[in-house]
């Protein structure tokens, strides 16, 4: 009954997890969950308000295809001069979240059959996005020395006349890593001497702590051309459920996303639309506090996960995760077919936290740790994380 498109895909552990969280807690037990990457903050008043005028003035018909002009401009004026990238309103498209964005922009560029590069880890919805759309997911390994960050050189042996995209989350989900400019260089120059088109996930780009952020696109003419910026407004401006996103790209593809979208939702809700506007153009301050409480809570999960022994991570510097290396414990879970879920399985069963394995990001000797959540939740999140391993 079903396509071989829906038998081939697996559903979301991040979701997955997340549901099974809000089930436990309807059911009156305590979880603390440090799973799904989705911030504990409220949508800043700013933004609600602009959504509820919206309402009243009636702004609820149907409108662009590509998005209210006022948000697109707003996003280019954002481009321009936080990213320093040049978008005409015609190569932006806003979408229903970063994840119909990313989805939209595959099904512009790649044709049945052709592959598209991902790097280990990777966030769980890149491979089974690729394999909706008829693509080939290629995986990547990546050095765990060089905090998991793809190099020209992990690439090299993988590229083929098939080859059609890399995916780049920056900063990383899961990991928390942020390329520097000069990294981000060599790896798109790479690319783009190739032909390869960039898929750059930027989504958690305003979330980082020390190193400076650097947009792909921003980095030559050249290379702008060949990428498309994945952006949003889940993360940022903590909006996860007004599902708002965009995409900015050369106005070829633009026009490509642009006809895919008007088939398949017309457009995002024109409310949402609203509420983003209103964070993009008032509620900048917001955004920054969030940031420096997330910083905040970043360094009281290191200092609380330093005190456990015989686990690593890599160094978070942005997004809000904590990539945990348990590979230490691979001896006292031998039996088990992976060790990061039964690790995961057996932490949510006897101390009641949610993490997500490392096998949901193709990584299976790492979990992942949400903190954004509240220092409390985060201080006996972590303290039952370590009673849990002394356990075993
Ligand atoms: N990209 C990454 C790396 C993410 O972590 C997420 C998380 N949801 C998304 C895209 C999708 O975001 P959205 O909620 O805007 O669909
Ligand atoms: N992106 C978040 C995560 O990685 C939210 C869940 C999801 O959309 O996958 O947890």
């Not at 919805?125 to 290629?138: A, I, M, R």
């Not at 690439?155 to 981000?184: H, R």
């Not at 101390?351 to 985060?378: H, K």
């Amino acid at each position: 009954m079903l396509s071989n498109r829906a038998m081939n895909i697996t559903p979301s552990l991040t979701i997955g997890i997340n549901t099974k969280v809000s089930q436990l807690k309807e059911q009156g037990i305590d979880i603390i969950n440090l799973s799904v990457g989705e911030p504990d903050f409220t949508t800043p008043e700013k933004a609600k308000y602009t959504a509820v005028e919206a309402i009243i003035h009636n702004k609820t018909r149907y409108d662009k295809v590509t998005g209210l002009i006022e948000l697109r401009q707003a996003i280019s004026d954002k481009l321009q001069n936080e990213n320093n990238i040049s978008y005409t309103l015609d190569q932006i498209v806003v979408s229903s979240g970063a994840k119909h964005a990313i989805t939209n922009a595959l099904m512009a560029v790649v044709n049945p059959g052709e592959e598209v590069l991902i790097p280990k880890p990777y966030w769980v919805s890149y491979p089974e996005t690729v394999k909706l759309v008829g693509g080939v997911p290629v995986f990547v390994d990546t050095d765990k020395n060089n905090n998991f960050k793809v190099t020209p050189s992990d690439l090299e042996k993988l590229v083929s006349k098939n080859t059609k995209l890399i995916i780049l989350s920056n900063p990383s989900n899961p990991t928390g890593a942020i390329y520097s400019k000069d990294e981000l260089e060599v790896l798109v120059n790479f690319c783009v001497e190739r032909g390869i088109i960039i898929l750059a996930d930027e989504i958690y780009e305003k979330i980082h702590y020390d190193c400076p952020f650097t947009s792909v696109a921003s980095l030559s003419d050249k290379i702008k051309n060949m990428t498309i910026t994945v952006n949003g407004f889940s993360k940022s401006a903590s909006m996860t459920g007004w599902r708002v996103g965009y995409t900015a790209s050369n106005s070829k593809i633009a026009k490509a996303i642009s006809s895919i979208q008007g088939h398949l939702v017309s457009h995002p809700s024109t409310i949402s639309q609203y509420a983003a506007l209103g964070a993009l153009v008032k509620c900048d301050e917001d955004m920054d506090e969030m940031v420096s409480v997330f910083k905040s809570r970043r360094d009281l999960a290191i200092s609380l996960v330093n005190e456990i022994d015989g686990v690593g991570y890599i160094e978070p510097d942005g997004a809000f995760y904590i990539f945990m290396d348990i590979s230490s414990f691979k001896e006292k879970f031998k039996n088990s077919e992976s060790l990061s879920m039964e690790f995961c399985n057996q932490l949510l069963e006897k101390e009641g936290v949610a993490v997500v394995p490392g096998m949901a990001f193709g990584t299976d000797d790492f979990i992942r740790l949400c903190y954004a959540c509240s220092n409390e939740e985060l201080t006996r999140g972590i303290s039952k994380i370590k009673k849990f391993i002394e356990s075993l």
